[in-house]
């Protein structure tokens, strides 16, 4: 079934494309600081949270794909999360000759307390929002969402 689609003003699609932007780079200054909190890099705790999304251990040049890094930056990224307890190192039980990196178990648990805030913010920005507008947020940011998973998963090219 295809959803109905409605015509885009070049006044819209440039107000939109211009929220986002703006959200990102937001995001970004919001994530380097949390990630300074927890005594890492932008780029360390960007990887540390991909590595919680995947939900299972990946190998480093996986790692490297889905993140545009080099494989020896990639050694530098895990070496410093492995220093710091979030992530180890363990061999791929189906091809002994593999290594794989995991979270270790509680590891995000340690860092709950600092995303306290933006969650407070989060509930108090949601309540300005019906339960019908928040619905259509939540379908539009899933559909984003989507469109960059299968971006970065997939290791495409944005269109």
Not at 20 to 37: N, P, W, Y
Not at 46 to 54: A, E, G, I, S
């Amino acid at each position: 079934m295809t959803e109905k689609t409605y015509p885009v003003t070049e006044d819209e699609l440039f107000r939109f494309a211009e929220l986002g932007r703006a959200g990102s780079t937001f995001t970004v200054l919001r994530h380097a600081r949390i990630a300074e909190r927890m005594g890492l890099s932008g780029t360390d705790h960007k990887t540390f949270d991909l590595l919680l999304q995947v939900g299972g251990p990946l190998t480093a040049g996986r790692i490297a794909g889905l993140t545009g890094l080099s494989t020896g930056a990639v050694t530098g990224v895990v070496d410093r999360l492995e220093k710091v307890g979030l992530v180890r190192r363990v061999r791929d039980p189906e091809d002994r000759r593999k290594v794989l990196v995991e979270v270790v178990p509680g590891a995000a648990d340690r860092f709950a307390p600092l995303f306290e805030p933006a969650f407070g913010a989060l509930r108090d920005l949601l309540a300005q929002f019906s339960p019908a507008d928040r619905k259509v947020i939540e379908r539009y940011q899933n559909v984003i969402l989507e469109q960059l998973r299968a971006e970065v998963m997939g290791n495409s090219r944005p269109a």
